[in-house]
């Protein structure tokens, strides 16, 4: 519990809005247009490593087939987030929780937290750390950054009931780590999801090169690296410069509008 204590106190500190490179508030679901992202690529029966953020694209690769899922990333709330979602999918059938009548609020959460049945210790520590949420009145609204919901999520999962099962059976194989930093390289993957992760790096080169070299190690030849743009809206010269020793660089042929022009959804870097 000295654990659990810990993460609730960075947790009140970030809802004050003090800095915490550990924890930040995270994403009620995806803001990219998965429905055309994951129609550049194919993750089935592939080994695929995914950002975890809303947990969106880990439902989604399994969901599509994908051989095994692993995921990761450097806000560790985002793990205590994937099994509230998972828990709520399970026990309350929700999902798309954006939706106008399917908000998640504190209600919600207490009563769900009276049905879940933990099956190892990953999943007992989130029902504790959302016990202790709870307990100490901290409001689960404000934990959310107020973003764009992606709806096109309905555009792909056309049977709930399988989804569900398929969650249920699921553990999850998660990492706290920033992928620029040391990592495990002793699992491959065919299929690498960075969502815009490669934004936060920007023109930092050493960042871009410890990602670009770990992204390289860890995948299997031909293996591809999924990445958007959510805030520049296009890949820079100086990123593509640091990649294309080691990868070649692919525009994905979906486009979203912005404003009054058009730019790709998403980009992969496919290893040479």
């Given at each position: 519990m000295e654990e659990i204590n810990d993460d609730i106190i960075r947790t009140i500190k970030i809802l004050s809005l003090e800095k915490d490179d550990s924890y930040s508030k995270i994403y009620m679901n995806s803001n990219e247009e998965l429905y055309k992202i994951f129609k550049s690529f194919s993750v089935k029966d592939k080994k695929v490593l995914t950002v975890l953020s809303s947990s969106d694209q880990f439902f989604l690769c399994h969901y599509l087939g994908a051989k095994r899922v692993d995921s990761f990333d450097c806000n560790k709330i985002c793990e205590y987030y994937f099994y509230l979602r998972k828990w709520l999918l399970k026990y309350k059938n929700y999902f798309f929780s954006l939706k106008s009548d399917r908000k998640i609020n504190n209600k919600l959460v207490e009563e769900l937290l009276k049905l879940v049945d933990c099956s190892n210790l990953d999943e007992e520590r989130a029902y504790n750390y959302w016990c202790s949420f709870i307990r100490k009145g901290l409001s689960i609204?404000?934990?959310?950054y107020d973003d764009i919901y992606d709806d096109s999520l309905e555009k792909i999962i056309s049977n709930m009931l399988e989804l569900k099962e398929i969650v249920e059976s699921v553990n999850l194989n998660f990492r706290y780590q920033d992928i620029s930093d040391d990592i495990d390289k002793k699992r491959k993957y065919n299929i690498i999801i960075l969502s815009n992760l490669l934004e936060y790096y920007s023109m930092?080169?050493?960042?871009?090169?410890?990602?670009?070299?770990?992204?390289?190690?860890?995948?299997?030849?031909d293996g591809e690296v999924i990445c958007t743009n959510m805030v520049k809206h296009y890949t820079?010269?100086?990123?593509?410069?640091?990649?294309?020793?080691?990868?070649?660089?692919?525009?994905?042929?979906?486009?979203?509008?912005?404003?009054?022009?058009?730019?790709?959804?998403?980009?992969?870097y496919i290893k040479k």
């Open positions: 609204s404000e934990l959310f930092d080169y050493e960042k871009l090169k410890r990602c670009r070299d770990n992204l390289y190690e860890i995948l299997e030849d820079s010269t100086f990123e593509k410069d640091i990649f294309k020793e080691k990868f070649d660089f692919n525009d994905f042929s979906f486009y979203r509008k912005d404003f009054s022009r058009n730019y790709p959804v998403g980009y992969s």
